[in-house]
């Protein structure tokens, strides 16, 4: 009996390792300036490389602002940020869903832009998280906000991440504007896990929000119940 635990338990370690390490997924819904909760923007799947694979898209902490042009610098900036932690299913104080909202402001009548939105695990480097639409700064409006409500599905680990925000122009692609840590508290040190890691055990079963390794505990199990029926037919 003791092999045949130990058996589940190494298949569902190797299926929820090797799912974590192969990449990270979180979903995104985002509000644009004059809609509402209401309107129920559609979700966007994100699929990323793993934190700090070779193949992801990052930056070097120390390199945040190389590639801004002084001479655009003043064109947009960031008039407020705010930043709401929900899904904590097992009380640990990590959460697994981000929501961002932003008011940004222009010197012009109106200018388009977008938003990147990059992870820093750890004090590791910027990550590759979320890029929004374009949308229209309206001069110093307060109505023209942005918001993005992101569900960390798999490959987050339980820690502390940092966000930087920056805005772009969709044209010739110049850095714009930013916001960081450094420049506020709101978007340093997130408690964060994913949803497969947000789970609590009662009376010996995983309750939680783990789709994912749900569906690899349930590929495990059957295979115990073949393996546990091939033992007593041999018994037998």
Known sequence: MGKLRNLGLLILLAAASATAADSREHSVRQ?????????????????????KAPNGVRKERNAVVNNKTTA??????FASV???????FDGDGHYYVIDLEWDADTIFAAMDVYAVV???????????FITTD???????SSLD?????SELQQGYPRGYYDVLLELYDPVTGLLLAEIGPVDTAALDELPLEDADRDSVFIGGSDHGHGGSLGIYAMVALLGLGYYRRRCGARRG
């Open 118 to 128: 990059w992870l820093s695990f750890e004090d590791g480097p910027w990550e590759e």
């Open 31 to 51: 509000f644009a300036p004059n809609t509402t909760s209401a309107d129920a923007p559609a979700t966007t799947q994100y699929r990323l490389p793993a934190l």
């Open 145 to 149: 906000f942005y918001r993005v409500e």
């Open 82 to 88: 705010d930043v709401v932690l929900d899904g904590d």
């Open 72 to 77: 655009r610098i003043n064109e947009a900036y």
């Open 134 to 140: 374009v949308y229209t700064l309206e001069g110093t």
